[in-house]
């Protein structure tokens, strides 16, 4: 088996049609053919069924699936990590970002990993949390940060940050009457939320919330980012559910930051990395991360009784 194998493989794995597959990787259909049905032979099972109407995959197929594609990202890592040690960095850390971490720590942590120690390389990767997790098993990724728990054996999961759950509210809305907006009258609102697939920890701290509630959301649309959701916000589509920092940060106009009514639910977000024993650059990074505040001057916390952030536009 090469690697020409596992690329065609994967081409026609994505594109469900061998003409299109050998379209995107240059060379004919034939030796496209050729190739798959080397691989079906080394393998002893068939990957693909073809008809004159439609490509799929097999059972075997879809496994074999699952793996390729960290084949690639492996190799990927193992040329980065050349490239580095080429350009004099001294280590590496892999990084993977899930649930659209809090942006108003991620700046300043990184900031005072190259400060203090340069020769180190970082790569970031933003996956869905069920890929991180896979990816720290095995070795594609050495920590990881998302607003999930759950998390299986073999991953320890540490809760490093709180940030308040707020409501983001077109300006002008009639919610805006109120300093802290009572959950139930939220309710009574269409809501854009997180899609579960792309931020699943977060969106699963909010369905927590939200049950809170005897009344059914009514969930308008399910964003795969806090930029979507702000801009639907912005455009009075509905009301938005995020951390106060993605709200604080986001750059659309007329969008309004309000905490719900009573104690302030808070967002946690968690580091994750593989138990037992780690490198010492790993172990560094983990006491900045426990170290790391909000920037200076950023006022995100809710007490009971106070407003944390202005009826100005964010």
Not at 57 to 79: D, I, N, Y
Not at 223 to 248: C, N, Q, R, T
Request: aromatic share 6%; glycine share 6%; with cysteine.
């Amino acid at each position: 088996m090469e690697l020409r194998h596992l690329r065609c493989f994967l081409a026609v794995a994505q594109e469900l049609h061998f003409a299109r597959a050998a379209e995107k990787l240059h060379i004919e259909q034939s030796p496209l053919s050729r190739t798959i049905k080397e691989l079906e032979d080394d393998l002893g099972d068939q990957l693909f069924v073809r008809t004159s109407r439609s490509t799929k995959l097999t059972r075997a197929g879809k496994l074999f699936l699952e793996h390729v594609p960290r084949v690639f990202a492996a190799l990927e890592q193992a040329r980065d990590s050349v490239k580095a040690a080429a350009n004099g960095f001294n280590g590496q850390l892999r990084i993977a970002l899930s649930d659209g971490i809090t942006p108003s720590r991620l700046p300043s942590l990184l900031a005072m990993c190259r400060q203090e120690e340069p020769e180190v390389d970082l790569r970031l990767f933003q996956v869905p949390l069920s890929q991180q997790i896979k990816g720290l098993h095995e070795d594609l990724y050495d920590v990881g940060f998302s607003q999930s728990a759950e998390v299986g054996e073999g991953v320890a999961a540490e809760a490093v940050w709180n940030d308040p759950l707020m409501v983001a509210v077109p300006a002008r809305h009639p919610l805006l009457k109120h300093k802290r907006i009572p959950l139930d009258e939220v309710l009574q609102f269409p809501l854009v939320l997180s899609d579960p697939q792309a931020c699943e920890g977060h969106a699963r701290q909010v369905d927590r919330v939200l049950r809170h509630s005897e009344r059914e959301p009514l969930v308008a649309e399910r964003v795969p980012s806090f930029d979507l959701m702000m801009a639907l916000v912005s455009a009075g589509f509905a009301l938005g559910l995020a951390g106060a920092p993605h709200i604080a940060s986001s750059r659309e106009p007329g969008v309004v930051a309000r905490p719900l009514a009573g104690r302030s639910p808070m967002l946690t977000t968690y580091l994750l990395h593989r138990e037992g024993d780690f490198s010492e650059v790993l172990s560094r990074f983990i006491e900045r991360v426990r170290a790391i505040d909000l920037p200076e001057g950023t006022k995100l916390t809710v007490p009971p009784d106070t407003d944390p952030l202005e009826e100005a536009d964010l």
